[in-house]
């Protein structure tokens, strides 16, 4: 089980915000570990420590790569973990904002009651566009695996694969401002999504919403488990109202 995440309250001494980091590490636990108890004090220090007007999701952005910069010094050539970040912050008119953030093919998906938004992307070695921007960075794709190695094109880790091969730690990030109409969060690694499509989960999370969401996180992994996942599963549910 190479899974963790974070969950951090109030988060960088900002009352009502909350830091959510799901991770799935391939190749061991050094990077996994690392990045669950490191990740969040890195953007942390990007937050408080940016220009003034600075967006979260500049420091986020920067939190990753200067906590992916530390693996490579941990020694993480042949280890790494996919991420996906999570910060909620209230805005200035009152509404909540999130700022997500993720490299892999862990994901990130908003609950609505109308339809699942996802905010995330799936950083995949079958994906053409992954697939260009590795190549035209020197690296190569062989049997949908960068370097004939590893299936995700972005990761913490796997410095193995850095210099020359097309492999990133650079997120995709996007702002959302939350509506009425918005219900959840949902963050989960890539053994869920592998049986269960943003629509099936969507179906699920609602479904069950009179219950907490640690026990929405268990519905969606037993869920998971019964349609034929054979790998590790790990959700995150955050309740918006």
């Not at 109030?10 to 830091?19: E, K, M, P, Q, T």
């Not at 986020?60 to 280890?79: H, N, P, S």
């Amino acid at each position: 089980m190479e899974d963790d995440y974070t969950v951090v309250e109030d988060f960088a001494d900002r009352r009502g915000s909350l830091y959510c980091g799901l991770y799935d590490g391939h190749g061991g636990r050094l990077a996994v570990d690392f990045v669950a108890k490191n990740l969040h004090g890195s953007i942390e220090r990007e937050l408080r420590s940016g220009p003034a007007g600075d967006a979260p999701l500049e420091a986020m952005r920067r939190g990753f790569l200067k906590c992916d910069r530390q693996l490579l010094q941990c020694g993480a050539m042949q280890v790494g973990t996919t991420v996906a970040v999570c910060l909620c912050l209230p805005g200035p008119s009152g509404q909540l904002e999130l700022h997500a953030a993720n490299a892999g093919d862990s994901r990130i998906v908003l609950i609505s009651e109308h339809a699942p938004t996802r905010l995330s992307v799936d950083h995949v070695a079958t994906d053409p566009v992954e697939v260009r921007r590795v190549q035209e960075l020197g690296g190569r794709v062989v049997n949908q695996r960068v370097g004939s190695v590893l299936a995700v094109t972005r990761a913490l880790g796997d410095h193995a694969l850095k210099s020359g091969s097309g492999l990133t730690a650079d997120p995709h990030c996007v702002a959302h401002t939350c509506g009425v109409a918005d219900r959840f969060v949902l963050l989960a690694s890539d053994g869920l999504w592998d049986v269960l499509s943003d629509g099936d989960a969507h179906r699920i999370v609602l479904q069950h919403a009179h219950l907490a969401p640690s026990e929405i996180a268990a519905k969606l992994v037993q869920a998971a488990l019964d349609g034929g996942t054979r790998d590790n599963v790990s959700a995150l549910v955050l309740r918006l109202r």
